[in-house]
């Protein structure tokens, strides 16, 4: 099975960024993380990262027919973004919804996912550990496949 991992605007500065809130670990250790649970679910992973809401949109239309299961975490747009959210249903490919940090715990404005209701699950305030279970999700998700 093949998963596409897209990351949103800012996430790239991971480990600088609101360290208090996302943690002193960077991008590059993420995607080493996500990597590393991708090899021992025996799943292949491709990634995509931008800061720009219409570079998501493509590649989320790319995928159409690529990939078996997408994992995005669309960071702010996620509580903006009719366009991420219209490009998910229109390749209706299973896809879960990270969040680093707990939405629901923070500023009202963050309590909305867009995204989130083309999403088949969401997973977040669990850290890197949200995309180790979103990848675990996907890939048991498409092994029950009848
Ligand atoms: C985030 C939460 C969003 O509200 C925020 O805009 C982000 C990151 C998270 O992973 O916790 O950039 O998606």
Redesign the pocket.
């Given at each position: 099975m093949k998963l596409l991992v897209i990351n949103?605007?800012?996430?790239n500065l991971l480990g600088v960024r609101e360290k208090e809130i996302?943690g002193a670990q960077t991008y590059e250790s993420l995607l080493d993380y996500i990597r590393q649970v991708c090899d021992q679910a025996g799943v292949e992973a491709d990634f995509f990262q931008s800061n720009h809401e219409g570079a998501i949109v493509d590649a989320i239309q790319a995928a159409y027919g690529n990939y078996q299961g997408i994992v995005i975490?669309?960071?702010?747009y996620?509580?903006t973004s009719v366009a991420i959210l219209d490009a998910l249903k229109a390749v209706s490919i299973p896809a879960v919804e990270?969040?680093?940090?707990d939405?629901y715990q923070?500023e009202p404005f963050?309590h909305v996912s867009y995204a989130g209701m083309a999403c088949v699950k969401s997973f977040?305030g669990l850290g890197f550990e949200g995309y180790r279970q979103a990848v675990l999700f996907l890939k048991e998700r498409e092994e029950a496949r009848p």
């Open positions: 949103g605007p800012n996430i996302y975490n669309p960071a702010a996620t509580h990270v969040h680093l940090s939405i923070r963050r977040y």
